[in-house]
Nanobody, 115 residues
Framework: QVQLVESGGGLVQPGGSLRLSCVAS????????FAWHRQAPGGQRTWVAI???????EYIESVKGRFTISRDIDLNTVYLQMNMLEPKDTALYSC?????????WGQGTQVTVSS
């Protein structure tokens, strides 16, 4: 059974940094591309960054140069390093398979950017 557990969120001031982690069990990062998604209050869940099976990455325009997605295959963990955070980055962040049938969503981790 696939399980995704996100952590690392919190309250940060504009310009600050956070590092999110997503531990996957029951599925291998060697086999699937993984994405970080976010859902702002009242909005839809959208993808933010993808790391493909071969290690290539892709980002939405608004986070390029600020966010970095990475993975540790041995730990089966996907990370999202977020720098220069802005209030518009405030959202519930979740990870999941990027291409193909989704796994059950985890609880996500809340990121709030506010002064």
């Amino acid at each position: 059974q696939v399980q995704l557990v996100e952590s690392g969120g919190g309250l940060v001031q504009p310009g600050g940094s956070l590092r999110l982690s997503c531990v996957a069990s029951g599925i291998s990062l060697r086999t699937y591309a993984f994405a970080w998604h976010r859902q702002a209050p009242g909005g839809q869940r959208t993808w933010v960054a993808i790391v493909y099976e071969g290690g290539e990455t892709e980002y939405i325009e608004s986070v390029k140069g600020r966010f970095t997605i990475s993975r540790d295959i041995d730990l089966n963990t996907v990370y999202l390093q977020m720098n220069m955070l802005e209030p518009k980055d405030t959202a519930l962040y979740s990870c999941n398979i990027a291409v193909g049938p989704l796994a059950p969503w985890g609880q996500g981790t809340q990121v709030t950017v506010s002064s």
